[in-house]
């Protein structure tokens, strides 16, 4: 009995150390992950996503029934929420509101931000994509910030992926919504699904298309300043699984936007297609160090 038992768990840490090693590979394949004894000085391109040393669990972070029923519901929340930030700092602007709601907004930008901020063109426009911080207390969820230029949104995908590849003990791949609890020798459900993220970013796109039918057909800039550089390598994975999905989408730095009278063009390695779409990876504080910024925002 005792090496029975001795056996069953050597081969559940063989199992559970498999599962780290093909997820770390998956990482490594798709340049989201360099160990650090591969690591040299010669690529600062490669971003802070190859240069942190991680941990790697055998199994994604599981979450109740309960806790994925309130991630699930949060994104209408918050949508809503900033939607009447939005019309409650306009109004206030224009007098409709106490003048201290957007001076307490206001305060400690720079004149040119507020300016971009007030822009009409922006006035009904909120973020594409929004990350809350949150933190798990004895009373329920806490929510720190809104991170509305959220950094991870190509390395959860790609790591949504890796976990997936990994069968359940049904025999297929690990999809769906997560239970409540799993044993060691069975991968949780994947929340979304494999490409969960990258459908949705996908989705963002095309909402956001729609609301605009007067933009000519185009191609989908995803521009990443030298500030933010850290995540170009993940957000070059994410345009690249757009393109598989036919979505001609490409992350390039500001310098390789090219302003026309006809609209922005993308021109990056003889490449000289029509922007019809930019995704902006870069803080607004940010602007005064991105080449072109004022023809991109324009």
Same mark, same amino acid.
């Given at each position: 009995?005792?090496?029975?038992?001795?056996?069953?768990?050597?081969?559940?840490?063989?199992?559970?150390?498999?599962?780290?090693?093909?997820?770390?590979?998956?990482?490594?394949?798709?340049?989201?992950?360099?160990? /650090?004894?591969?690591?040299?000085?010669?690529?600062?391109?490669?971003?802070?996503?190859?240069?942190?040393?991680?941990?790697?669990?055998?199994?994604?972070?599981? @979450?109740?029934?309960?806790?994925?029923?309130?991630?699930?519901?949060?994104?209408?929340?918050?949508?809503?929420?900033?939607?009447?930030?939005?019309?409650?700092?306009?109004?206030?602007?224009?007098?409709?509101?106490?003048?201290?709601?957007?001076?307490?907004?206001?305060?400690?930008?720079?004149?040119?931000?507020?300016?971009?901020?007030?822009?009409?063109?922006?006035?009904?426009?909120?973020?594409? !994509?929004?990350?809350?911080?949150?933190?798990?207390?004895?009373?329920?969820?806490?929510?720190?910030?809104?991170?509305?230029?959220?950094?991870?949104?190509?390395?959860?995908?790609? @790591?949504?992926?890796?976990?997936?590849?990994?069968?359940?003990?049904?025999?297929?791949?690990?999809?769906?919504? /997560?239970?409540?609890?799993?044993?060691? =020798?069975?991968?949780?459900?994947?929340?979304?699904?494999?490409?969960?993220?990258? =459908?949705?970013?996908?989705?963002?796109?095309?909402? =956001?298309?729609?609301?605009?039918?007067? !933009?000519?057909?185009?191609?989908?800039?995803? !521009?990443?300043?030298?500030?933010?550089?850290?995540?170009?390598?993940?957000?070059?994975?994410?345009? /690249?699984?757009?393109?598989?999905?036919?979505?001609?989408?490409?992350?390039?730095?500001?310098?390789?936007?090219?302003?026309?009278?006809?609209?922005?063009?993308?021109?990056? /390695?003889?490449? =000289?297609?029509?922007?019809?779409?930019? *995704?902006?990876?870069?803080?607004?504080?940010?602007?005064?160090?991105?080449?072109?910024?004022?023809?991109?925002? *324009?």
């Amino acid at each position: 009995m005792v090496l029975a038992r001795d056996l069953s768990g050597q081969a559940t840490h063989d199992l559970l150390q498999r599962r780290c090693l093909s997820v770390r590979e998956a990482l490594v394949r798709d340049s989201l992950y360099e160990p /650090a004894h591969e690591r040299s000085g010669d690529r600062p391109d490669r971003g802070r996503a190859l240069a942190t040393s991680w941990r790697i669990t055998p199994h994604p972070f599981l @979450l109740t029934r309960q806790d994925l029923a309130f991630f699930q519901s949060l994104g209408t929340h918050l949508l809503a929420f900033y939607r009447a930030l939005n019309r409650l700092y306009f109004e206030s602007v224009r007098g409709m509101q106490p003048a201290w709601v957007h001076a307490y907004l206001d305060q400690g930008k720079p004149e040119s931000l507020i300016s971009y901020a007030q822009m009409n063109r922006f006035r009904e426009e909120v973020p594409g !994509v929004i990350r809350p911080d949150i933190i798990p207390t004895e009373n329920g969820h806490v929510i720190t910030e809104l991170d509305s230029v959220p950094g991870g949104i190509g390395l959860t995908a790609a @790591l949504a992926r890796a976990y997936s590849e990994w069968p359940r003990t049904d025999g297929q791949p690990a999809q769906g919504n /997560a239970p409540s609890s799993t044993p060691c =020798h069975q991968l949780p459900e994947i929340i979304g699904g494999r490409d969960g993220n990258i =459908h949705g970013f996908a989705a963002m796109l095309h909402a =956001h298309l729609a609301t605009h039918p007067e !933009v000519p057909a185009g191609c989908l800039a995803i !521009v990443v300043s030298e500030e933010a550089r850290d995540y170009r390598a993940e957000m070059t994975w994410l345009a /690249a699984r757009l393109r598989e999905g036919g979505i001609e989408a490409y992350c390039v730095e500001p310098q390789d936007v090219r302003f026309t009278e006809d609209g922005l063009l993308l021109d990056q /390695a003889q490449r =000289h297609d029509r922007i019809a779409a930019v *995704y902006r990876f870069f803080e607004l504080f940010d602007l005064k160090n991105v080449p072109k910024a004022e023809l991109i925002m *324009y």
